[in-house]
């Protein structure tokens, strides 16, 4: 009788400290907002059973190829038009799991106040990928700036520009250091989690940005073989929870904006 019910507190114990450890989710994301709202989200996760492990990147590729290597599980920081261009470059097959939020890109400028003032021959600083430097040509075209062979290619790159009235100079370079050379050139295009970590603020600082009905939808992704699991579901479903939505919209003004 004793053994019996030894054993039964040993199940229970063995079976409990499980619960308590979770399975663990080892994620990768950007600083902000992406790794601010997996932070929120973390508490909530362990009482479902997910030991969620938050990895802080500052670039858009290593995240990816990690997941892919299946070093992480998966990845909160890109846009589909960004995946889409890594998994055709790269070789790999990451796949969308839930659109959580939109980050407007936006045009900044230490020298200028509005985009008007922008003399001819200015210097205009774009990110080097390919889907975020069209995203960025695109937002020049829709403010009647430059023209673009393909006026719908969200991969153009400077040499797809049909029409450079004001003889723009374009530099293409790495998205994260955008903001550090905001000096150095006369415009720059620049992501809004990057404009946030340079305490930037999009919706008073930015001379362009995007509108609210942009397509550049924020991603979790995942793998195939992954993306299905209970534990990547879980966090799905919380990364679109009413509490991330009025935590968006609250600590972010209109510079993050929910797409749930």
Do not use: C, W
């Not at 500052?58 to 890594?86: C, E, G, I």
């Not at 390919?130 to 393909?150: E, F, M, P, V």
């Amino acid at each position: 009788m004793k053994k019996a019910l030894l054993f039964t507190v040993l199940a229970a114990s063995i079976v409990s400290g499980l619960v308590q450890a979770g399975e663990k989710l080892v994620v990768a994301a950007t600083p902000v907002p992406h790794a601010e709202i997996l932070e929120l989200i973390k508490p909530q996760l362990a009482k479902e059973g997910v030991d969620l492990d938050i990895k802080v990147f500052t670039d858009y590729v290593q995240p990816n190829l990690q997941v892919q290597q299946k070093q992480l599980d998966a990845n909160y920081f890109q846009t589909k038009p960004y995946l889409d261009a890594f998994n055709q470059s790269r070789g790999t097959d990451l796949v969308v799991v839930k659109g959580v939020h939109v980050e407007p890109l936006g045009a900044y400028s230490n020298k200028f106040k509005l985009i008007t003032e922008l003399p001819d021959g200015a210097t205009v600083a774009i990110p080097n990928e390919g889907s975020n430097g069209g995203r960025a040509l695109l937002l020049l075209q829709k403010a009647g700036l430059i023209t673009l062979k393909d006026p719908k290619s969200v991969v153009a790159s400077p040499k797809d520009i049909s029409s450079n009235p004001h003889k723009f100079k374009f530099k293409e370079l790495d998205a994260a250091i955008l903001p550090r050379v905001l000096d150095q050139v006369d415009l720059a295009l620049i992501n809004t989690n990057y404009a946030l970590e340079a305490k930037l603020n999009p919706a008073e600082d930015a001379l362009l940005i995007e509108g609210s009905d942009s397509p550049y939808v924020n991603f979790l992704v995942a793998r195939p073989d992954n993306q299905n699991s209970p534990a990547v579901q879980k966090l799905a479903q919380a990364l679109t929870s009413p509490e991330v939505k009025a935590f968006i919209l609250q600590r972010y003004s209109g510079a993050v904006v929910p797409a749930f």
